[in-house]
């Protein structure tokens, strides 16, 4: 048995056998694996970051062209106006509104409300 040991032993590569070898495998693999700041965690909170990063870009294009939008319908009546008649659908005394549907939008906001 003592022989079968002492072979299996001499047949493993002499770099594996070197405790400074195996001391970097095992920090590797607390690194990888166990540590509170691990690398697969790492990854994870990179790519939340990256799409946290798309989030915050959209979010202030959309602020800008609110704002835009804003000052446009602060500074000019007839945006005011014309703003109201579009997002509200007003009008003015004896006056009629025709809303045209398409057919297509129409088949697609009757399967949104199934």
């Known amino acids: 048995m003592n022989d079968f040991i002492k072979g299996f032993f001499n047949k493993i590569p002499p770099i594996i056998r070197n405790r400074y070898f195996l ?27 990256r799409q946290l990063e798309k989030d915050r870009e959209y979010y202030q294009e959309r602020i800008e062209e609110d ?13 005011l106006e014309k703003f109201a008649r579009e997002q509200y659908f007003m009008k003015k005394e004896n006056e009629d509104i025709y809303i045209i549907v398409d057919e ?11």
Do not use: A, G, P
């Not at 297509?104 to 199934?114: A, I, W």
């Open 67 to 79: 704002r835009r939008k804003l000052n446009e319908l602060k500074t000019s009546n007839e945006n």
């Open 104 to 114: 297509d939008d129409k088949r697609l906001s009757e399967t949104d409300n199934k």
């Open 23 to 49: 001391t970097l495998v095992v920090f590797l693999i607390w690194i990888l694996l166990f540590d509170n700041n691990n690398l697969i965690d790492r990854y994870h909170y990179m790519k939340n970051l």
